[in-house]
């Protein structure tokens, strides 16, 4: 006759295993600007002007001075923008107000008082 033996473990709930070096994904938490990556330029050239094996290192910092000074300049113009429209409305709204006479008292002239 056979007999087998079991044994008890404890059942393990919600366990996953822990994800590899391979397996995780580093994303910065922040954005970086182009002032850290140009640091890092600098960094790394003096590892290519040693060791040419870090060259792909070098040339990914490279596009990536770029394609940061291209975001920058695109959200700087667009926050330019923003600020004139707001201006501008600004404007039309305090001009609208002078000449209401509806408008609060201060915006009010003082012959129409």
Known sequence: MLCTIQTRR????????????????IRPTQSVDSARIEAALLKVAVLVAEDPDFAPIFERL???????????????????????????????????ATCS?????????????
């Open 10 to 25: 404890p059942m393990l709930f919600r366990m996953t295993p822990l994800p590899g070096p391979s397996q995780q994904k």
């Open 62 to 96: 490279e596009a990536e001075l770029v394609a940061a000074v291209k975001e920058e300049s695109r959200m700087s113009e667009a926050q330019r923008r923003a600020r004139a429209l707001l201006a501008q409305k600004a404007i039309r709204a305090t001009s609208s």
């Open 101 to 113: 006479k509806d408008a609060p008292l201060p915006y009010r002239s003082r012959s129409n008082r």
